[in-house]
């Protein structure tokens, strides 16, 4: 069981495990609303769930940041887009 420092919230491992296994679709906004604010309320009163939580949307954002899109220069769009090839069986 955890507390977190000055709130009167005692946390279950099960509270605890249950959050943690829907962070990554809490984090993607793919539950349902009642799930959201169980989950929501569990991550505002536990300092560990809270952490886990920061840890993985530090991880997606890197993972975003690192996955932008690769634009090519105009010239070569231009110079593929001109191509014309015909694919044969």
């Keep these: 069981m955890s507390t977190d ?8 491992v099960e509270d605890c495990a249950y959050t ?13 609303e009642a799930t959201l604010e169980s989950i929501r309320l569990h991550l505002m ?5 809270l952490q886990h939580y ?10 975003r ?7 090519a220069p105009g010239q070569l769009r231009a110079r593929i887009e001109s191509l014309h090839i015909e694919l044969t069986e």
Excluded at 20 to 32: I, R, T, Y
């Design 54 to 63: 920061d840890i993985e949307a530090l991880i997606g954002e890197l993972i």
């Design 45 to 49: 009163a536990c300092e560990h769930c």
């Design 5 to 12: 420092q000055g709130r009167d919230m005692v946390m279950s």
């Design 65 to 71: 940041r690192s996955n932008q899109p690769i634009i």
């Design 20 to 32: 943690v296994g829907f962070v990554q679709a809490f984090l993607h906004n793919e539950l349902p």
